[in-house]
């Protein structure tokens, strides 16, 4: 038992992510602490499981994805709660402090952590806290941990989902589904910025491209036109507007469809094109503004990801990414515009823990170090 | 999207209406227009016009020499007579002042046989009422798209240096393309306010293959509302000064520095306006600008390659009010194609971009009048450069001039059809030009200044040239006002025109005389100097015929380099003309270099004369006088006794003292009367004489009359000699033919003799063999 024990990696397990708007943490909550365990257990191991397991928000503005926490799940021979944490990267000297304030040190654990601020930050944790951080690439972390919570499911339930008549409104559904046969796939990571990768095995993918114009833009620009501070402020008012107020359709330029080349009328023809009329600039609503900026961020990450899929011979997009979180507008968009524009070739997926998968990716590298001689 | 702009509701096009246009300048023969068509853009109106342009030209007729007593002395006469081309103009300036260029031209429309307008362009709608009032003509609508490819394959095919390569920190920031005459397949991405992509696979077929709503509309409708800017190019102004960085999320900001993993550096955009999101601080309009303008060159960039990737399409045209001309938006553009091909496929822009929606509507209308029969050349009197003071550039500035911005474009029809000449060895790479002096500064330079220099004479020999014609000298004066003003353009814009090279400034000066009617300034000079020099042709072939074979094929090319001295367009030798009439060719002979030569293959030549006569040789002749009857006329006559055939290429219109086919045609038949070789060499067919096409001192050898290329097949050419310093040296030096060549010239600029290493009056004499044909049969045969 003992012998067990000293291969498995100390606890607390912490996978991080530190992207550019947002760190994504995941903590393992073991449930089958022994009773001589419990006693070995120091005291700031107790205080940081307690802290983070009773409450939903920490700080001004940390949150944990209470809907999102992986109940009773078994990873490394050990059964326990997969607990979802974010915070913005901005707060990161706070958590760096913390770390240093409840001696994070003594505990004796490697911290995973991928995305940029691995790199940024790692002088910090280090001088800071006396942390030595163990940096991962992101990419292999999303793979690795977007395929092991497919495989692992949603308390019971598949992790995927699509949207069945994704070109009707009225009719458009939202169906679970799972990845059985996942490669080839493309992943389009939709984060502050986007990276599309085309993934043939757990080990063997590529980067294909990627866009500045992603959640990030999003919410900058939102917050530009709109005065608004936060992404949920932002979709919000999104939720609210019309964006055809604000973009130039095809039928605003030539009545109707413009035949010639099979365009609809409704199809937008100039992403904020009403905009170059100062009576239209004077009279339009922030929710509009906020709207049409969804639309044409969503839009255009769909159109690049399609000609990428086409490109690379995948007919399965999976989407990922805390863009999409609570994001229905630009998930059904997406899903719309594969299917719309490949004529039904291409289909459009999405998984519950949308943002999370380099975390738990991370995770996953801290408990495969160890099990290795 | 295909829409080319915006009709911009807040300037009122009535605005200007005062505004008197300058009537030399605009509009030009307005009286003979035949045909319009229309392209009302978002803030321009492009016009097009069909016209005929009266012109003099020189002709020359023999004189009966049977009646000698009213011959005189003189060959042949010279007389001006009124020709009548046909021309297509172009006119670019701001919606604001279509009114009273409707009104203009609705006083000075004399013709009124046409009927209909063809327009085209998202203001057309908007104008058409206007328009079809004040002309009396009715609008007839073109599809916009189906117009900016007709325009397109039009510009590629017709142009030369049409397309070019924006480079910004480079020497020379505009890189052209030499014409290939095969444009097929191309990608055209079209950047108004939204985004066309299309496919142009012939001249008939094209497909939009994809599009994205972020374009144009989108920097400034989103502009507008972050910087309230309300003008495009303010925005645009306000881009070219701001920083990115300071509102973008680069990679550095989240890594620290660069993704080397990825191999992303850390300077790179990571999430366009991602600052903006995190900080709540003011970010300046420049810096929002710049933000924007990347994000969006960015987008459009990615998604070109995105689709030439997958249509395997190399060749991408950028065009769209985005782009119009805007070095910044070129340079974005430019360096995220870089980024996203890694150089696999480059951007390219068009000088007459502007244009193509007007052009292709014209065509739309003149189908009846086959114009794409023909081929058309760039009249670089009537034409504004590229970025010159037009309405696209620089609003601010033009504001506050006062003046009417305009911008034109001038097409002449050529009378003959231009092709390759089919012995190029490789026509997708031809370049006629020796050096371009869009980059070579210190080259420019000189030229520039040298043709500056001439000036002077020029218009003095022009008004020498029509003695009869009180008013020359005005017109003279004119001249030189325009050509001055071409030069002061082209130093400081030396890409006005495509790439800057002695054939264009020679050109342009033949146009710019060609445009005050002063078709042939040298008619009188050739005249008299062809009247000379066949005085003296007999006594030279006779004193060639008593040479031995050796000596004679020496002193045949000695006689050519001489005669080539004979060349009033070289400041060197016209100064020696000028001031002495008698300069002959025996002191020309005693001016050449001694040999070896500055480029002397003369010996391999003679080598391969001791072998087998060539089947058919192509000769492109010079000078008239001297140089054509008392150097090349013994070469001919050389080669026509071996058994060689030969085909005399000489230009279609005068330029300088170059003997024009209608003048060789003349000579010839004289010396034939003479000359039992010549004479029986044109009556057995084995000597012909051939337009080149050409009006230039220079030659293109991918701009060649059809009949002289069908006439090279035919008779199986395998020698293409080439003579004098415009066609042998500033053009072809570097040409590679697929049979032997020679070219033959004597440098009579001591600038060019000092960069080639040698001095005034240095030979070039380069004879050529292309590699994998080797003259197996060299020295099989003895001479007799």
């Keep these: ?373 | 999207m295909a829409e080319c702009g915006r009709v911009d509701s807040n300037t009122s096009h009535t605005m200007d209406k005062s505004i008197t246009l300058p009537p030399d300048e605009i509009f030009r023969n307005l009286e003979n227009a035949k045909r319009f068509a229309i392209d009302i853009g978002g803030s321009l109106t492009k016009l097009a016009y069909y016209s005929t342009v009266q012109h003099k030209v020189a002709k020359v007729r023999s004189f009966d020499h049977t009646a000698k007593a009213a011959a005189g002395d003189k060959l042949y006469e010279i007389s001006m007579q009124e020709e009548v081309t046909a021309r297509l103009h172009f006119i670019k300036f701001e919606n604001a002042y279509i009114e009273t260029c409707l009104d203009f031209i609705k006083d000075h429309l004399v013709n009124t046989e046409t009927k209909v307008i063809k327009a085209t362009g998202g203001g057309a709608h908007k104008f058409k009422e206007l328009i079809e009032r004040k002309l009396g003509l009715k609008v007839d609508k073109e599809d916009e798209m189906t117009c900016l490819i007709k325009g397109c394959n039009f510009v590629l095919k017709n142009i030369p240096h049409e397309a070019f390569v924006y480079a910004k920190h480079a020497d020379s920031e505009f890189r052209f393309q030499t014409t290939n005459p095969d444009i097929f397949p191309y990608l055209l991405v079209n950047i108004g306010s939204g985004v066309s992509i299309v496919k142009v696979e012939s001249e008939d077929k094209f497909e939009r293959i994809g599009g994205s709503s972020i374009g144009g509309g989108t920097f400034w409708g989103l502009g507008a509302l972050l910087t309230k800017t309300k003008r495009f190019d303010e925005l645009l102004q306000l881009a070219s000064k701001g920083q990115h960085a300071s509102v973008d999320m680069l990679v550095k900001d989240i890594y620290g520095g660069s993704y080397g993993y990825l191999g992303l550096t850390g300077d790179l955009i990571a999430s366009s306006f991602g600052k903006s999101a995190t900080a709540d601080k003011d970010f300046s309009k420049e810096d929002m600008a710049k933000s924007l303008l990347h994000m969006i060159s960015n987008d459009i960039g990615q998604l070109a390659c995105l689709y030439a990737k997958l249509h395997n399409l190399s060749r991408v045209y950028f065009g769209g009010f985005f782009i119009r001309g805007h070095p910044v938006t070129m340079h974005t553009i430019t360096y995220s194609i870089n980024f996203f091909t890694k150089g696999e496929v480059q951007a390219l822009f068009l000088r007459h971009e502007g244009y193509l929606g007007t052009i292709g509507a014209f065509l739309k209308g003149a189908e009846e009048d086959n114009p794409n029969q023909y081929s058309w050349g760039e009249n670089y009197a009537g034409s504004s450069g590229l970025m010159s003071v037009s309405p696209d550039m620089n609003p601010m500035q033009r504001a506050r001039s006062g003046t009417f911005p305009f911008d034109m474009l001038e097409m002449d029809r050529l009378e003959r059809q231009l092709v390759n000449l089919p012995l190029l060895q490789d026509p997708s790479s031809y370049i006629p030009d020796t050096v371009d002096l869009t980059e070579d500064a210190l080259a420019r330079e000189y030229w520039l200044y040298c043709f500056e220099e001439a000036l002077d004479g020029v218009v003095k020999r022009a008004v020498a040239s029509q003695p009869d014609m009180p008013e020359a000298a005005l017109r003279a004066e004119k001249f030189r006002q325009k050509y001055r003003h071409k030069l002061q353009t082209l130093r400081q814009q030396p890409f006005a025109y495509g790439s800057l090279t002695v054939r264009s400034l020679l050109d342009t000066r033949e146009h710019c005389l060609n445009e005050f009617n002063f078709p042939d300034p040298y008619s009188k000079i050739k005249q008299r100097e062809n009247d000379t020099a066949l005085k003296y042709y007999q006594k030279a072939v006779k004193s060639l015929d008593e040479l031995s074979w050796e000596e004679k094929q020496f002193a045949l090319v000695q006689g050519v380099l001489a005669g080539n001295v004979f060349d009033w367009g070289a400041k060197a030798v016209s100064d020696v003309l000028e001031s002495d009439p008698e300069f002959g060719f025996e002191e020309a002979k005693r001016q050449l270099e001694e040999r070896p030569w500055l480029v002397d293959s003369y010996d391999q030549w003679l080598e391969r004369l001791k072998g087998p006569p060539h089947k058919c040789a192509l000769f492109f002749v010079d000078n008239s006088g001297v140089d054509i009857i008392l150097g090349v006329m013994p070469f001919v006559r050389e080669l026509l006794s071996r058994g060689t055939e030969v085909v005399l290429a000489s230009n279609s219109g005068p330029a300088l003292n170059d003997v024009t086919n209608g003048e060789l045609q003349i000579l010839t038949e004289r010396i034939a009367a003479m000359d039992p070789v010549i004479e029986a060499g044109l009556r057995e067919d084995r000597l012909l004489l051939v337009q080149s096409g050409s009006s230039s001192p220079c030659l293109d050898l991918s701009r060649l009359d059809k009949v002289l290329a069908m006439v090279v097949r035919e008779r199986q050419t395998d020698l293409v000699i080439i003579e004098g310093m415009g066609r042998a040296i500033h053009t072809n030096y570097y040409a590679m033919l697929s049979c032997e060549s020679l070219k033959m010239a004597v440098i009579k600029n001591s600038w060019l003799a000092d960069r080639l290493g040698g001095k005034l009056f240095s030979v070039v004499f380069k004879y050529e063999v292309p590699a994998g044909k080797p003259n197996k049969d060299c020295g099989a045969f003895s001479p007799s």
């Design chain 1, 1 to 373: 038992m003992k012998l067990i024990n000293e291969k498995k990696p100390a606890f607390p397990w912490f996978g991080m992510d530190i992207g550019g708007t947002l760190v994504k943490l995941v903590y393992f909550e073991p449930v089958d602490i022994t009773a001589e365990e419990e006693q070995e257990e120091v005291e700031n191991l107790k205080s940081i499981r307690r802290y983070l397991t009773s409450n939903v928000a920490y700080g001004k503005t940390g949150v944990r994805d209470v809907h999102l926490e992986l109940r009773n799940m078994t990873m490394c021979g050990r059964t326990g709660n997969l607990h979802f944490i974010r915070f913005p990267t901005q707060a990161m000297p706070r958590f760096i402090q913390m770390g240093r304030d409840k001696n994070f040190s003594s505990l004796h654990t490697t911290l995973c952590a991928t995305g940029g601020g691995a790199y940024k930050f790692e002088n910090e944790f280090r001088m800071m806290a006396d942390l030595e951080l163990l940096k991962l690439d992101e990419l292999d972390c999303l793979i690795r941990g977007l395929l092991f919570v497919d495989r692992v499911g949603f308390n019971g339930h598949p992790e995927c989902y699509y949207f069945q008549n994704p070109s009707d409104t009225q009719s458009c559904v939202k169906k679970p589904c799972t990845l059985d046969n996942p490669f080839p796939m493309l992943l389009v990571n939709i984060g502050s910025g986007v990276s599309i990768l085309a993934v043939y095995s757990e080990n063997n993918y590529k980067r294909v491209t990627g866009t500045s114009l992603g959640g990030g833009t999003f919410l900058g620009l939102c917050c530009l036109l709109t005065g608004c501070e936060t992404f949920e402020e932002a979709l919000e008012m999104a939720s609210k507007g019309d964006s055809t107020n604000v973009d130039k359709l095809v039928k605003d330029i030539y009545g109707g469809d413009y035949e010639r080349f099979g365009l609809q009328g409704s199809a937008v023809a100039s992403s904020f094109g009403h905009m170059m009329s100062k009576e239209k600039r004077d009279s339009i609503s922030k929710e509009d503004l906020a709207r049409a900026t969804l639309v044409t961020i969503t839009n255009n990450i769909g159109s690049i990801a399609r000609m990428c899929a086409v490109n690379e011979k995948i007919e399965r997009v999976v989407f990922v990414g805390n863009f999409l979180r609570i994001n229905t507008v630009s998930t059904k968009l997406l899903a719309y515009a594969m299917d719309y524009w490949s004529k039904g070739q291409l289909r459009a997926l999405f998984l519950e823990h949308e943002g999370y998968f380099g975390a738990v990716g991370a995770l996953m590298e801290l408990l495969k170090t160890t099990e290795d001689p």
